[in-house]
């Protein structure tokens, strides 16, 4: 493998290369035979990864509206049309990743001019040297992805994301949009609080958030939305095996039909409020929650 490259001393040279198909140049990816890379950062070194098997996108229950949102976002912008640069904020393990792997997929998955480009929210201050990049490919509509991003107090690398979002003398890149999760909405997080006056703060937490021009909100799931989960999941363990789940915490195998019982509040249920006591143990109702439940229950973890 030839040498790479340090990041300081030479900034937009070819950051490393490989003879391995899935190991590109970071200013030389095949965006026509790749529709998706991962920027991969090791100290002053990088690399982009192409992605040649796409992960499922897990299931989506109860956030149509925020589907629609993102949808008509992302379909305008594979057209040609101007869209806005959107941030997914809310409740942990309640969708955001995988409505956004939900929406890219159809796209990356068929002759469409979509590219994404997916960088981790600890290399946000190489955002302008990747916009530098995509840019320059006038032929390709990116969407540069990036999971669960937030700042720390006193890390100065928002400035980067708002920079390359909007903010310097360059026109805004009109091929680019960046599609970002955080936890919560204030993604600066007060950065910078202790050489920064507090009025001075909120200023720069609203100049960052505008840039984002769609902001969609996710929020805990009820009962009855975690448990439509929860019946999603058991679901589709018994069709994978094609064969009801046996467990140790019941005797009876638990089928397609007693799995959708769950969502029949007004009969009582062991599974069902097994299903809501396990929540309640794990702190909160959401999709991810659901499925560890099931998970631990086919493997009769008490």
Excluded at 70 to 92: E, I, M, P, V, Y
Excluded at 210 to 236: K, M, N, T
């Amino acid at each position: 493998m030839p040498e790479s490259k340090n990041l300081e001393s030479n900034p937009k040279s070819n950051l490393a290369s490989s003879p391995e198909s899935s190991i590109n140049p970071f200013f030389q990816a095949d965006w026509r035979t790749h529709k998706a890379y991962i920027l991969r950062t090791f100290q002053h070194h990088c690399y982009l990864h192409a992605i040649s098997e796409f992960g499922e996108a897990g299931a989506l229950i109860g956030i149509d509206s925020q589907r629609a949102q993102l949808s008509a976002n992302t379909q305008a912008f594979a057209q040609g049309k101007d869209a806005l640069h959107a941030l997914l904020w809310g409740a942990r393990g309640c969708g955001k990743s995988s409505l956004i792997k939900a929406t890219l997929l159809p796209y990356l998955t068929s002759g469409d001019v979509l590219r994404v480009l997916e960088i981790d929210s600890k290399d946000i201050a190489l955002l302008p040297m990747v916009f530098d990049a995509l840019r320059a490919q006038k032929a390709y509509r990116f969407v540069v992805f990036c999971d669960d991003l937030s700042f720390r107090a006193g890390d100065s690398t928002y400035k980067s994301l708002k920079s390359a979002l909007e903010g310097s003398l360059e026109s805004r890149a009109q091929n680019i949009i960046v599609y970002a999760t955080s936890n919560i909405r204030k993604i600066l997080e007060s950065a910078g609080a202790d050489h920064l006056p507090e009025h001075s703060i909120t200023q720069e937490e609203l100049s960052l958030s505008d840039r984002f021009g769609l902001q969609i909100g996710f929020y805990d799931l009820g009962a009855q939305e975690y448990l439509s989960y929860v019946v999603h999941f058991l679901q589709e363990k018994i069709a994978l095996a094609n064969a009801p789940i046996i467990t140790t915490k019941y005797e009876n195998p638990i089928t397609a039909d007693i799995a959708k019982s769950l969502l029949e509040a007004e009969s009582p249920n062991a599974l069902r409020q097994h299903a809501l006591n396990f929540a309640t143990q794990m702190g909160g109702r959401n999709a991810r929650i659901a499925r560890d439940f099931v998970i631990s229950l086919c493997n009769n973890i008490e």
